[in-house]
């Protein structure tokens, strides 16, 4: 039972290029959830999902896209990465509603 | 909006001693849950303890234990008998309306031997 994945660990990338942050949880939660961590802050949600087929925007939502593919995966997408997208990013789930949320172990990225 | 907030950057606590750290909130929320997370150097979030709202007990998990206050939104976190392994930033974060987290900016916590 790994919980919560996240690929990649670390990237680099030029401002301009695009990517994609995939996740993927094994605990059958419905809600799946993607925020990001700069430093001195906490953590902020960029989009979550509540149930396979629906994303909504989170707090810092500008210059994302998300797509949940199926209960076990959604992914974040940069289509045009800027320096200021430089960031932890965090994958989480959870069962939903306002139970506890679980972790992966986080994407450093760094645009330059 | 909902606010957090962990009025001390930084706390620090000997080994075997028990240290307290504070967060207070604002929720317009009548129903929601409140959880302390722990950030090691690893980086890897890791949930603590967790408090329902409604319910008037305080939560305790082994060495962890909160003090919740409901009318003035106050949620701290007491370590009790604190070990090298507590060293970490603790993340104090309600549930800011159905299916968010709303998180402090953290309180970085030093184990001394």
């Known amino acids: 039972n790994a919980g919560v994945t996240q690929t990649p660990k670390f990237q680099v990338l030029k401002t301009g290029q695009s990517m994609t942050l995939q996740c993927a949880q094994d605990?059958?939660?419905?809600?799946m959830y993607w925020y990001r961590q700069d430093p001195g802050m906490g953590l902020r949600l960029i989009y979550y999902?509540?149930?396979?087929?629906?994303?909504d925007k989170g707090e810092v939502p500008n210059g994302y896209n998300v797509s949940r593919l199926n209960k076990r995966e959604f992914s974040l997408r940069l289509e045009s990465a800027a320096p200021s997208q430089t960031s932890v990013y965090f994958c989480?789930?959870?069962?939903?509603?306002?139970?506890?949320?679980?972790f992966g172990p986080g994407t450093r990225l760094t645009v330059t | 909006a909902q606010t957090v907030t962990q009025s001390q950057p930084e706390m620090s606590v000997q080994e075997a001693e028990t240290v307290t750290l504070s967060c207070t909130y604002d929720?317009?929320?009548?129903?929601?849950?409140l959880f302390w997370y722990k950030q090691p150097p690893s980086r890897q979030m890791i949930l603590v303890i967790r408090q329902e709202a409604y319910k008037q007990q305080n939560a305790t998990e082994n060495r962890f234990s909160v003090n919740f206050q409901k009318a003035a939104k106050s949620f701290s976190l007491k370590i009790s008998d604190s070990q090298l392994g507590d060293a970490a930033m603790y993340f104090c974060?309600?549930?800011?309306?159905?299916?968010?987290?709303?998180f402090g900016t953290g309180t970085r916590l030093l184990v001394s031997p």
């Open positions: 974060a309600p549930s800011g309306g159905f299916q968010k987290l709303v």
């Open positions: 999902s509540a149930s396979e087929g629906t994303t």
């Open positions: 989480a789930s959870s069962l939903g509603g306002r139970r506890e949320q679980y």
């Open positions: 605990m059958n939660h419905n809600s």
């Open positions: 929720t317009s929320e009548s129903d929601y849950y």
